[in-house]
């Protein structure tokens, strides 16, 4: 069940670029790093450490960064490997942690 602030994220990304994937109406998420990564998200912007909506913005900025550098080929394409790099950066400038070294590697433990 979603909480006010999780429902008006994710209803604010529907119909975008950056819209989380989804099967039947429910998020889908291939790793359980991608829920992790999901969750740190929302909770860092629900608890007012970064805006959701420059978290958004950062997120479209890494897809149309990933779409300039794979015109032709998208088959690496990885959505949510999009909202970490967008979530590092968010942490980032939000001051609560360097941007190096990568979360990735937090998740891949």
């Not at 359980?32 to 909506?53: K, N, P, S």
């Not at 794979?70 to 609560?96: C, F, I, M, T």
Request: aromatic residues 12%; glycine residues 6%.
């Amino acid at each position: 069940m979603l909480t006010r602030f999780e429902h008006f994220a994710v209803t604010e990304l529907m119909g975008k670029p950056e819209t989380p994937p989804r099967e039947n109406g429910t998020l889908c998420f291939s790793h359980e790093w991608e829920r992790t990564a999901f969750g740190i998200a929302l909770a860092l912007a629900r608890q007012g450490h970064f805006e959701w909506d420059d978290f958004r913005a950062s997120l479209i900025n890494e897809i149309g960064a990933w779409e300039a550098a794979h015109p032709d080929d998208r088959s690496s394409w990885n959505y949510y490997e999009l909202w970490l790099a967008a979530l590092e950066k968010s942490v980032a400038a939000a001051g609560l942690a360097d941007a190096a070294p990568s979360t990735t590697a937090l998740f891949e433990a």
